[in-house]
């Protein structure tokens, strides 16, 4: 018997409250992934195609010259 199949045979016969529990051990083990929201995805697609802005500067610098703006 594989590994999946055993695993598959011990989650049958768990209650739904263990099984509940193990889903929030898994959920806390493997951690969800950052999906990026709407406008950071929008964002990247106007990087993709050579808009937006780019600075290679300190973080300073780029504070100092967003208050000028």
């Known amino acids: 018997m594989s590994t999946r199949e055993l695993a598959y045979n011990?989650?049958?016969q768990m209650s739904d409250e263990q099984i509940?529990?193990?889903?929030?051990?898994?959920k806390g083990y493997f951690p969800q992934k950052n999906i990026p929201n709407n406008e950071t995805l929008e964002a990247f697609d106007e990087l993709d195609n050579n808009g937006g802005f780019v600075?290679?500067?300190t973080t300073e610098q780029l504070f100092n010259e967003l208050a000028e703006e």
């Open 10 to 12: 011990i989650i049958d």
């Open 20 to 26: 509940e529990g193990l889903l929030m051990l898994l």
């Open 55 to 57: 600075f290679s500067g």
